[in-house]
C-alpha cells in the first residue's frame, strides 16, 4: 500500500543518513588517530620548463590509507578542515616537504618544493611563525619552500591574508595561487598581492587547444604583473605545444608525471643535477 511504502520510504531514508553519518565519524575517528601517529606520506608531482623541458620543481601532495583503502585528499583534506584537524596535517606536511628539500638541496641541488596550505592554516595567525621555525628547524633556504593557496581562499578576505601573506613573502618563501580562475580575482586586489605565481586550474587546461581563453587570459595577465604561471593537469602533447606556444612557463601534469614517491622524485632530482638535460617526455 501507499502507506507502506511511504513508512519503507522513512525507514530507508534514516538509515542512509545513519550509514553516512556513521561513515563520517569513522573517517573523522581514523584520521584523529592518523594525525596523532603522523601515518601519512607525500608524494612528489614534478613540474618541468615549458620551453625546455628542464625540471623546476616539484608538487608535494598528501596521501592517507584508511582501513587499507587510499582516501583522496579531495575527500579527508575538508573533514580535517572541519574538524581543525587540518592544523596538526598541514605542519606535518610542512615538516616533512622541508627536510625532504633540504636533504635533495645538500645531497644532489637546490629544488623547490611546493606545499598545499588551507584555508583554516592561513587563517592561524601563528601560520608565519610556525613556517620561519620550520624552516629554520630544518635549515631549509625559503626559497626553496613555495606555499599554495587556492584562489578562493586568498580573495574570500583578501585584508585578513594580507599581513600573513606579506610575512611569509618577507621570509623569502614563494606564493602561488592555485587552480587560479575558478575566483573572480579582482585584477585591483591581484596587484596589492605579494604573490609569484599564478597556477592555472586544470579544468582551463583541459580545455585546450579548443577553448583557449581563460588560459590565455590568465597568461596575459601573469606577464601584465610580472608573475610566472605553471599550467596543472597537463595530460596531452597538443596541450603541451599550445601553453609552450602561449609562453605559460612551467607545466605539470601526468603527461609529464604522476605523482612519484619521496625516492623515484629523488631520483629524478638526482638526474637532472647529473646531466643538466630535459627530461626525457613519454608523448
Ligand atoms: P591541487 O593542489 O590542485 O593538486 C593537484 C591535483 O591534481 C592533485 O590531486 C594531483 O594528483 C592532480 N593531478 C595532477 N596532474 C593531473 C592530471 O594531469 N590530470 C588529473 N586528472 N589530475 C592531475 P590530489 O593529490 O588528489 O589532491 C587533490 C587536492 O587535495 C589538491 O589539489 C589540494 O587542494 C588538496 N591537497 C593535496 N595535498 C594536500 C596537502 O598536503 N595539504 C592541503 N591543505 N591540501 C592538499
Ligand atoms: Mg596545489
Ligand atoms: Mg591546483
Ligand atoms: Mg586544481
Request: net charge negative; hydrophobic share 45%; glycine share 6%.
Amino acid at each position: 500500500t501507499a502507506k507502506a511504502a511511504g513508512g519503507n520510504r522513512f525507514v530507508f531514508h534514516t538509515r542512509d543518513m545513519t550509514d553516512r553519518a556513521e561513515t563520517r565519524l569513522r573517517l573523522e575517528a581514523g584520521l584523529r588517530e592518523a594525525a596523532a601517529a603522523k601515518s601519512f606520506e607525500l608524494v612528489y608531482q614534478p613540474k618541468i620548463e615549458a620551453a625546455g623541458g628542464r625540471l623546476t620543481g616539484f608538487e608535494a601532495l598528501i596521501r592517507w590509507r584508511h582501513e587499507g583503502v587510499a582516501i583522496s585528499p579531495a575527500d579527508f583534506i575538508p573533514v580535517a578542515e572541519d574538524t581543525g584537524l587540518i592544523i596538526e596535517i598541514g605542519h606535518w606536511v610542512l615538516e616533512e616537504a622541508c627536510r625532504t628539500a633540504t636533504r635533495w638541496a645538500l645531497d644532489h641541488g637546490p629544488v623547490p618544493v611546493a606545499v598545499n596550505v588551507s584555508a583554516r592554516q592561513l587563517a592561524d595567525p601563528g601560520f608565519a611563525r610556525l613556517v620561519e621555525q620550520v624552516l629554520q628547524r630544518h635549515g631549509t633556504p625559503p626559497g626553496l619552500l613555495e606555499l599554495e593557496i587556492t584562489e578562493t581562499v586568498i580573495m574570500k578576505d583578501v585584508r585578513h591574508h594580507l599581513p600573513t601573506l606579506n610575512r611569509l613573502r618577507a621570509l623569502g618563501v614563494r606564493i602561488a595561487i592555485d587552480d587560479f580562475g575558478t575566483g573572480y580575482s579582482s585584477l585591483a586586489y591581484l596587484r596589492e598581492l605579494p604573490v609569484d605565481v599564478l597556477k592555472i586550474d586544470r579544468s582551463f587546461v583541459n580545455d585546450l587547444p579548443h577553448a583557449p581563453d581563460i588560459a590565455s587570459t590568465v597568461i596575459a595577465l601573469a606577464q601584465k604583473l610580472l608573475l610566472s604561471t605553471v599550467a596543472e593537469g597537463v595530460e596531452t602533447a597538443e596541450q603541451r605545444h599550445w601553453l609552450a606556444e602561449a609562453g605559460c612557463n612551467c607545466l605539470q601534469g601526468f603527461l609529464i608525471s604522476r605523482p612519484l614517491s619521496a625516492d623515484a622524485a629523488e631520483a629524478m632530482v638526482m638526474t637532472a643535477f647529473a646531466c643538466d638535460e630535459a627530461l626525457p617526455l613519454t608523448a
